[in-house]
């Protein structure tokens, strides 16, 4: 098989918001699936296993999600995506809002976003699996969501090389 077709799959560009010593904290994901739509709703994201926001969810057990529109910048994307919240305040010059939770939910160039609880989690070489039941989220969504390949095509954004 040509590695290439798997570009054929279609993948959005998220932000997911994490809590870490009581700081706000958030990364740019394109690995989210909806996997119920029945009561409860549930979710799973993929992170690099190395990461500061996945070292946040298993300690904390709780994420957002806040989907991303086509009217997101670029320089949001990088801003969010290409650096490491451990030592620098990735949501510094992002509107954002914090929950009573402790997590960040991106306010501006955003559809809609989803608050959830880790139900389960997969630890694989490379990547955790978060299985999560959305528990409270946007009550409408607005705007036309982001797909990883209007990233890569539209803004020439790319992946860090390890990332899922």
Not at 69 to 75: K, L, R, Y
Not at 140 to 159: D, F, H, I, N, R
Request: net charge positive.
């Amino acid at each position: 098989m040509n590695p290439a077709v798997l570009k054929n799959l279609s993948y959005g560009m998220y932000v997911i918001g994490t809590k870490y010593n009581g700081r706000p904290n958030a990364c740019v994901a394109n690995s989210v699936i909806q996997i119920s739509s029945s009561d409860p709703e549930k979710v799973l994201i993929a992170l690099t296993k190395d990461t500061h926001s996945c070292t946040a969810i298993r300690e904390n057990g709780i994420f957002t999600i806040s989907v991303l529109s086509t009217d997101t910048p670029a320089s949001v994307i990088g801003a969010l995506g290409l650096v490491s919240g451990k030592n620098a305040d990735k949501l510094k010059n992002i509107r954002h809002k914090v929950l009573i939770e402790g997590v960040p939910v991106v306010k501006e160039n955003t559809c809609c976003w989803f608050l959830c609880k880790v139900q389960e989690k997969l630890d694989l070489p490379g990547q955790v699996v978060f299985v999560a039941e959305i528990i409270a989220g946007s009550d409408e969504a607005v705007g036309t969501p982001m797909t990883y390949k209007y990233y890569v095509e539209q803004l020439g954004g790319a992946s860090p090389k390890y990332s899922p």
